[in-house]
């Protein structure tokens, strides 16, 4: 906190009169500090109690301050405080500061504002507990999630470690601004963030991590929070939280009430609910009605009436699922947790009997009239808006030219190691699912789910498409017979937005330190691409090994394909817009 550089000194005798004059007074006068730059006739109306200490001050250079009530504070240069309803209390603001016709802000000397508050995301029953602090990532943020005993075990003393490193400063940083707030009871407003028309908050931070000038944490009108963080996101418009970490580039507004959730970098959400929800990076929830519960998501876009369960009324709210990314849901679509639905899939009706579908990515899933699933394998690689996802994702990245240290690391490839493996190993299920003879109903049944012949012998075709079509665009000549080709394919997973070697996850939760594991997942981003390439290098059986030119026909096909979707697509909408037209 930069104060002024002029020493801070008991008030002259003249000063003190000057300052009664002008409506001042105090318990203590001997407590009052200013400086030789404090401009006395733009102190008005102000009641003095405890350790107060006042800066450069000068109406004339746009600063005052007046119509309030200080008490143990020190205020920076040139800071503005007016009509303040009820006190300030117990902090350092910072200069440039503004606050004005704000009814209350006061910290408690020990608040932590936040920093260590738990967030009870996907069991609500406090057992998967997330420890939220300034800096969490999403994906340390998950490992504590689906990890509880790692960390309780090995994380926590860690954890605990970090936190005494983060003890806030209360304080209402440099250039921030507070104005026409309700009451602000141990929330810690950082360096030029805008708190603007909110109506309670308490035991938070509002924090900037932008370079100068560029700040894009913001808390608006209506917003009632209370244990909460806030880095880099907005909240406004009403938006109601409890005991949640609102992370970069992060939105919520427009009414959105979320309680014991975490929102990562550029999620979305309006108008609707989350509870106990894991919302990794570019989670999109826009209409009234939509309920996300006790879900993991990332790369998802909820329809309007969205709706999952994890109360079985036996147990309590212990039920939980994943929507892995990429997953849309359809208008009204419900679904009873746990689930598990595979990448880039599109939920349709209602699901009620707990689906599998992590192994058959980019399916259709239908929920039939008794609430079974119907599993369409496959359909979505058909999909022109597939390619236009995953162009539009890093254009909408709200952390982009604000130099901010980016915590959540992200890799936009729909076709990527993970959805690629799932693929491969589908391809061999569907071979067996097809040489067993179907139902009486003409469905053929596996763990749960229904298949048609024809959706199955259809998806073999699909898949097959889309793993040459990667391999198209990552193959080198050598790719089949590099280095590793004797070696073990590695197994990848996805750490909320992240696909990493299951072998440097390990090593993250090893780590003897928080940092350390950030590093961790810091090279894993860097050296992806690598680590993709020696996957493929010995991935693929020999069934998947072709010359550059079959590869190539393979990868024209699936362009020729979702190029026909697309010509469809706009023939279908220029006939609307002619059916539409005056």
């Known amino acids: 906190m930069s104060d002024t550089s002029l020493r801070r000194r008991p008030l002259e005798w003249w000063e003190r009169r000057k300052l009664e004059s002008n409506g001042c007074r105090a318990l203590d006068w001997s407590a009052i500090r200013l400086c030789d730059a404090t401009d006395i006739s733009s102190v008005r109306n102000v009641e003095f109690a405890g350790?107060?200490?006042?800066?450069?001050?000068s109406e004339s250079a746009g600063s005052v301050i007046e119509n309030a009530r200080l008490e143990n504070c020190v205020v920076g240069d040139n800071a503005t405080i007016r009509n303040i309803g009820i006190h300030i209390r117990n902090c350092?603001?910072?200069?440039?500061?503004?606050?004005?016709?704000?009814?209350?802000?006061?910290?408690?000397?020990?608040?932590?504002?936040?920093?260590?508050?738990?967030?009870?995301?996907?069991?609500?029953?406090g057992s998967r507990a997330v420890t939220i602090y300034p800096g969490l990532s999403a994906q340390a943020a998950l490992l504590m999630a689906r990890e509880p005993k790692w960390r309780e075990r090995h994380l926590q003393p860690l954890l605990e470690e970090h936190l005494e490193s983060l003890a806030p400063r209360h304080v209402i940083g440099d250039g921030a601004v507070v104005e026409s707030c309700g009451t602000l009871r141990n929330?810690?407003?950082?360096?030029?963030?805008?708190?603007?028309?909110?109506?309670?908050?308490?035991?938070?931070?509002?924090?900037?991590?932008?370079?100068?000038?560029?700040c894009l944490t913001f808390v608006g009108s209506g917003v009632d929070a209370e244990n909460f963080i806030i880095e880099d996101g907005v909240a406004d418009s009403g938006a109601i939280i409890r005991n949640c970490y609102i992370g970069q580039g992060?939105?919520?507004?427009?009414?959105?009430?979320?309680?014991d959730s975490l929102f990562f970098a550029n999620c979305s959400l309006e108008n609707g609910e989350a509870c106990a929800l894991f919302a990794g990076p570019y989670t999109v929830s826009m209409h009234k009605s939509s309920l996300l519960i006790g879900c993991q998501t990332s790369f998802m876009n909820a329809g309007s009436g969205t709706n999952q369960s994890n109360h079985m009324y036996k147990l309590g709210p212990v039920h939980w699922g994943i929507l892995e990314r990429g997953v849309k849901t359809s208008s009204a679509s419900y679904l009873m947790l746990g689930a598990k639905i595979g990448a880039f899939s599109l939920l349709m009706g209602q699901h009620k009997t707990h689906p599998d579908s992590s192994q058959f990515p980019f399916s259709y899933l239908f929920g039939d009239?008794?609430?079974?699933?119907?599993v369409v394998p496959g359909v979505m690689l058909r999909s022109c808006g597939l390619l236009r996802d995953e162009q539009k994702w890093p254009t909408r990245d709200r952390r982009l030219k604000r130099k901010?240290?980016?915590?959540?690391?992200?890799?936009?490839?729909?076709?990527?190691?993970?959805?690629v493996d799932k693929m491969l190993s589908a391809s061999e299920v569907i071979e067996k699912l097809l040489a067993r003879p179907a139902d009486d109903d003409r469905y053929i049944r596996y763990r749960g789910m229904k298949f048609t012949r024809a959706s199955l012998e259809r998806a073999r075709h699909l898949y097959e498409l889309a793993i040459y079509k990667y391999l198209s665009e990552r193959l080198q000549s050598d790719a089949f017979h590099g280095d590793d080709s004797d070696a073990a394919p590695a197994e990848w997973v996805d750490i909320a937005g992240l696909p990493m070697r299951r072998e440097d996850l390990r090593r993250a939760m090893e780590a003897k330190s928080i940092a350390e594991m950030e590093k961790i997942f810091d090279e894993a981003q860097e050296n992806y691409?690598?680590?993709?390439r020696r996957w493929i290098s010995v991935r693929f059986p020999a069934r998947w090994h072709r010359t550059a030119e079959v590869i190539a026909d393979y990868a024209r096909e699936f362009d020729h394909m979702v190029e026909e979707d697309r010509a469809r697509y706009l023939d279908d909408l220029a006939a609307q817009n002619e059916m539409l037209a005056l």
């Open 187 to 214: 929330v810690c407003v950082g360096r030029e963030v805008r708190v603007t028309g909110a109506r309670s908050l308490a035991n938070g931070m509002i924090i900037n991590n932008a370079a100068p000038g560029r």
């Open 250 to 259: 992060a939105v919520l507004e427009k009414g959105f009430t979320a309680h």
């Open 529 to 532: 691409k690598e680590y993709e």
């Open 369 to 374: 009239e008794k609430g079974a699933t119907v």
């Open 51 to 57: 350790a107060v200490s006042l800066g450069a001050v």
């Open 92 to 125: 350092v603001i910072g200069k440039d500061a503004r606050i004005l016709n704000t009814s209350l802000i006061e910290f408690e000397p020990e608040a932590m504002c936040g920093v260590g508050a738990e967030v009870d995301v996907l069991d609500e029953t």
């Open 404 to 419: 901010l240290p980016m915590r959540d690391r992200i890799v936009f490839d729909v076709l990527n190691p993970l959805t």
